[in-house]
């Protein structure tokens, strides 16, 4: 948005689940809420917008103070903080493991030694954008938390975590500590003189923040997620079929119960933690998690297209796109349908997923690339039976969700 556009604006709709630039909106009306609100109550946020019924932003020092609208719960506050730090990491999964994946394929043709295999696994592997999962993840989170002066001590304390084997569960105690470190010391420092409110931001808050981060990262919460991290591998490193299928359900179907939101995250985060704790080569989580995501866009795309008269025009025509969604393991493809349906279209999409989920467990499959889709799939270690376990859930949802949704009135 141009600075003009938000000059004539009457008022200001944030509709997020994560930190957005404020400090523009500064001096205009302002009501933040959830995405879930801006995609069910637009026609009230608007109508509030309009009439300028919402608080005045006030920007503490360019910082995104919240407007103070409604106050949030303990729950969404975190999951925005969280929220925070994923979406920053997930352009290092996307693009690192995209090279990653491709290397693989490289590897397969010309073997390890192929001088192009090298350069994508250290471009898009441990020595380079996948080193830096954590410490974005947990920088971003701690930024979210108390803004700029977080985000060194959260990378920092972020990159202790990878150093120690900590694992994703480190990092994300490294993104929260850091953020709460900063705002301790905000209130500690407080009272003194107005004088060297300027040494706050460029030397007190990143030296004693750093420090005190830094320690407790380094004595108590490195080791104790360490041995977590190293417990949690080794379980699932000895879970025998029967489990491995139960998990994969589970995960599935997580990924379609939010499509997007704090299941799906969770899902596609522990998978992701899996993968990398395992040196990039446990990829069967991989495998649960990216079927169980491609399946709702496909099952819309599907029932559009085979139950006609149970959708509108717009609506089958939107259903089109999700193939294209779909097969790029884009699960988001679906919100506007769930939206509009949400009991059958999720419950319909929840049911091929974990279905899809658990398949690729029983013909234990492993996908040792973080994203990609049908792109990736190639990789798997049986890429026809992975690509079976995504229509066999793609069709299920589908099937259910034709038959369940009642016909348009003419």
């Known amino acids: 948005m141009t600075e003009d556009e938000i000059r004539r604006a009457k008022g200001v709709i944030v509709a997020a689940d994560k930190n957005v630039e404020m400090a523009r909106f500064a001096g205009k009306p302002v009501l933040q809420r959830p995405v879930s609100d801006g995609i069910r109550k637009s026609e009230e946020l608007i109508s509030k917008a309009v009439k300028g019924d919402a608080p005045i932003y006030q920007a503490e020092g360019g910082a995104a103070s919240p407007a103070a609208d409604e106050k949030k719960s303990v729950g969404s506050t975190l999951y925005k ?9 997930l352009p290092f999964v996307v693009g690192g493991g995209i090279l990653l994946a491709i290397s693989f394929l490289i590897e397969q043709v010309g073997g390890e030694d192929h001088p192009i295999f090298q350069l994508l696994q250290t471009i898009g592997g441990g020595d380079g954008a996948f080193h ?3 410490p974005i993840l947990a920088g971003f989170i ?15 304390g972020g990159l202790m975590a990878v150093n120690a084997n900590a694992g994703f569960l480190g990092g994300l105690a490294a993104g929260f500590l850091a953020g709460y470190v900063v705002i301790g010391l905000r209130r500690v420092f407080k009272h003194l003189p107005k004088a060297i409110d300027g040494l706050k931001a460029i030397l007190l808050y990143p030296v004693f923040g750093l420090l005190i981060t830094g320690s407790l990262m380094f004595y108590i919460l490195s080791p104790i997620f360490s041995w977590i991290n190293t417990g949690l591998i080794d379980v699932l490193n000895n879970l025998g079929t029967g489990n491995m299928v139960l998990l994969g359900i589970i995960l599935g179907g997580m990924m379609s119960i939010d499509m997007g939101g704090p299941f799906n995250k969770a899902a596609y985060t522990f998978a992701i933690g899996v993968f990398t704790s395992s040196g990039n080569e446990n990829g069967l989580m991989m495998a649960a998690v990216m079927a169980g995501g491609m399946v709702p866009p496909l099952a819309i795309a599907l029932a559009t297209t085979f139950f006609k ?7 089958r025509k939107s259903g089109i796109t999700n193939y294209v969604l779909g097969l790029s393991f884009i699960t988001e493809g679906a919100i506007p349908f769930a939206a509009a349906d949400p009991l059958r279209v999720l419950t319909s999409c929840i049911v091929g997923s974990a279905v899809a989920g658990g ?7 492993n996908l040792p690339a973080p994203h990609g889709g049908i792109f990736v799939a190639a990789l798997a270690s049986n890429a026809l039976m992975f690509l079976l376990a995504v229509v066999i859930g793609a069709v299920l949802s589908g099937f259910i969700l034709g ?5 348009l009135k003419v």
Do not use: C, Y
Not at 309 to 315: A, L, M, S, V
Not at 359 to 365: C, G
């Open 142 to 156: 701690a930024m979210s938390i108390a803004d700029r002066p977080a985000l060194m001590p959260g990378m920092v």
């Open 309 to 315: 008269n149970k959708f509108t025009e717009e609506e």
């Open 81 to 89: 903080n969280l929220m925070n730090g994923i979406s920053h990491m």
């Open 403 to 407: 038959l369940w949704k009642k016909p």
């Open 359 to 365: 398949l690729t467990q029983l013909w234990a499959i």
């Open 132 to 134: 830096f999962l954590i």
